[in-house]
């Protein structure tokens, strides 16, 4: 019976623990990255880049509505002069799913340039997004449009990459899926801290290019 006493004192010790843990990480990204981050456009520091950060796509090519507010979000930007061209960056680990494709479509079917549009098929998470568009890319200065709730993990790993980025909200709605994608963001959140605390290496800093 004591055994057990003490299996259930220190569960839920650990337990505590792990919850202090997650909010505390969760605290100290909002802290270090809520000056950097945007709603009113008018406000918006002007850079030379808006990078959108990729989401889920359907089958058909068409952006869930998360990406498509990201884009549209990025666009207005644009439009604003608020930055000269785009770097789109997503998830293109198979021929049968390219995020990245369906953005740079989408945008040019909105009337951008593609001479403007720099398609980055190799960033698979936000860590790698972050790091290739620094590192391979090159871009020291830039906007990044995301939702408000994605931001500080995003400008939390680009600052401590050394890069110079603001962000800017894309919600224009309420999704289906944000709670799920919030307490996904939480945990997401530790595996930021411990990739920029090793300075890791992305998943490739190879150029890739889509087939299409």
Known sequence: MKRLKKFIVFSVIGIVLIIFTILGIEAIFLRQTSENIYTDISKLPETETIIIL???VHAS?????ILKDRVDTAIKLFRNNKAQKFLVTGDHRSEDYNEVSAMVNYLKKKGIPESLIIADHAGL???DSMYRAGKL???KKATVVTQKFHLPRALYIANNLG???NGFTADQRAYKTEYRLKQREKLANIKALWETLLKKEPTTMELRFSKE
């Open 54 to 56: 990729g989401a889920s």
């Open 61 to 65: 090519g068409k952006l869930s509505p």
């Open 125 to 127: 998470d936000t860590y």
């Open 137 to 139: 890319f090159n871009i």
């Open 163 to 165: 890069l110079d980025y």
